[in-house]
C-alpha cells in the first residue's frame, strides 16, 4: 500500500513540474534607444526599439531625460501613447548650451527596462545685436522712411538655419515680420554672424505713421 501511495506521489509531482515548464516565461522588456536628432536650442528627438516585451503587454513606454547620468522614469519623460514598438518622440523644455543624457524605456507588469544611454548637447541660443534701427515720419519727399540693420551671431561650432520675428509698435499697435526661407539670414555659418538689412521709403497716400518703435527681435532655429 505504501508503495502505491508514493507512486502515485512521485507521478502527481512529475505532471506538476511539467505543467510549470510548459508555461510562458514572463520577464523584464528589452529596446534599445534611437539616436538622437533634431539636436536645437531648447529640444531635440529621440526614441526607443522594443525588441522583446518580456512576455507581457507593455503598460508604458517612451524616453526620459537629465542631466545626469542614468535617467530614470522619475526624471523628465515623455510617455509614447501610440502602438508601434519603435517610436519617436521630442524631447522639450531643456536648457540651451547644456549637455544632456537619454535613455529610452518601457514597463511590463514585472517592471521597468531601458535602453542605452545617449547624450547629446543642445545649441547655443543666436544672440542679435541692434546696429540700426531709424524711422522717418517724412522725408520731405510725402514718403516715411525705415531702416534698421540688425547683426544676428552664431557661436555654435556647426551652420544652423532659422527664422527671425522683428516685432514693431506702429502708432500704439503691435506688429510682427516673420521671416521665412527666402529671406536674410535663414542660414548662418558656424562661429560666424549675419547682419539683416531694410530700407524702405513708403508714400504717404498709403497711410501716414507718425511713429515706429522697435519693441523685439528674435531668432528660432529650425529643425
Known amino acids: 500500500m505504501k508503495k502505491i501511495s508514493l507512486l502515485i506521489i512521485i507521478v502527481f509531482c ?25 539636436i536645437l536650442s531648447t529640444s531635440a528627438e529621440s526614441g526607443g526599439n522594443i525588441s522583446d516585451n518580456g512576455g507581457t503587454e507593455i503598460i508604458s513606454k517612451g524616453i526620459c531625460w537629465n542631466k545626469n547620468t542614468n535617467p530614470t522614469i522619475n526624471d523628465d519623460i515623455n510617455i509614447y501613447s501610440g502602438e508601434n514598438e519603435e517610436y519617436k518622440m521630442e524631447i522639450s523644455n531643456i536648457e540651451s548650451n547644456t549637455k544632456y543624457y537619454v535613455r529610452a524605456f518601457a514597463t511590463n507588469s514585472i517592471g521597468t527596462s531601458y535602453g542605452n544611454e545617449l547624450n547629446f548637447k543642445t545649441l547655443k541660443p543666436i544672440t542679435n545685436e ?12 510725402n514718403t516715411s522712411r525705415l531702416e534698421y540693420k540688425i ?39 558656424a562661429d560666424s554672424s549675419c547682419i539683416l538689412t ?26
Open 151 to 189: 547683426k544676428f551671431n552664431n557661436t555654435n561650432s556647426i551652420n544652423v538655419n532659422g527664422f527671425f520675428k522683428i516685432t514693431l509698435n506702429i502708432d500704439g499697435l503691435i506688429n510682427s515680420h516673420i521671416a521665412n526661407s527666402n529671406s536674410q539670414c535663414y542660414e548662418i555659418d
Open 198 to 223: 531694410f530700407d524702405e521709403q513708403s508714400p504717404l497716400y498709403l497711410g501716414k505713421v507718425n511713429s515706429i518703435e522697435l519693441v523685439s527681435v528674435n531668432y528660432y532655429l529650425n529643425n
Open 14 to 38: 512529475f505532471n506538476c513540474s511539467s505543467n510549470e515548464d510548459n508555461e510562458p516565461k514572463i520577464g523584464l522588456p528589452t529596446l534599445k534607444t534611437n539616436s538622437i536628432t533634431n
Open 130 to 141: 541692434v546696429i540700426l534701427f531709424k524711422f522717418t515720419p517724412d522725408t520731405g519727399n
